[in-house]
Structures are given as C-alpha cells and as structure tokens.
Nanobody, 121 residues
C-alpha cells in the first residue's frame, strides 16, 4: 500500500485546511488515521476512521474542530481542520492498516510522506 498525503499549507489561526491521503496498491479494507509531529516532539495521534467510515476516533485536542472522512471509491481519506490553532502546526502523516489500537503509531504498517501544516498568528 502506498499513501500520498497532500493539502497542507500556511493558514492563519482560526482558519481551515483540508488534508487528503490517497491510497494505491493493495488497498484492502484498512482502517486509516492521521498522526502529526511537531519539531522536537513525538509523533502523536490525531484521528482515525474505520474501513466503512462508521467509526471515528479523535484526539481530545482536536475534537470538535477536525473531522475525518473517507471516500472508498477514490481510496482517499480526508481530514477537515477548522478553527486551527498555532499548536496544530506540524507535519501531518496518514497511516493505514493498524494492528490493534488505532491510536498507537507503532501499530501501523503503512505511512505516507507527510504534509506540512503551518498555522500563523
């Protein structure tokens, strides 16, 4: 499975961005997720979505502001990010096919290359 993240950019605090993750290759029924990593910090869980889209998980820090969704016909997962804060600045990575706990980075076999999201004041 190959994952290609896109959609990052520079936005002012309070603004919105949508990041996308397109999957190719052997795209079977994978749960997928977004993680992020800020400079000098560990990679942290942001959001995840089940294959069917019927279940979603969010980090407390983004609940109510971020929405993860997917279009299986396009093999693409999206994350709409609203009310962005400076502390949301990070490289955002998509991941697929977790074994077990979807919030744990080490559980994922496949990763995209990351897309930079920068929130300015």
């Amino acid at each position: 499975v190959q994952l290609q993240a896109s959609g990052g950019g520079l936005v002012q605090a309070g603004g919105s961005l949508r990041v996308s993750c397109a999957a190719s290759g052997r795209t079977s029924r994978h749960d997928m997720a977004w993680f992020r990593q800020a400079p000098g910090k560990e990679r942290e869980f942001v959001a995840a979505i089940s294959w069917s889209g019927s279940r979603t998980w969010y980090a407390d820090s983004v609940k109510g502001r971020f929405t993860i969704s997917r279009d299986n016909a396009k093999n693409t997962v999206y994350m709409q990010m609203n009310s962005l804060k400076i502390e949301d600045t990070a490289v955002y990575y998509c991941a697929a096919d977790p074994l077990g706990n979807v919030t744990v980075a080490a559980r994922y076999d496949y990763w995209g290359q990351g897309t930079q999201v920068t929130v300015s004041s």
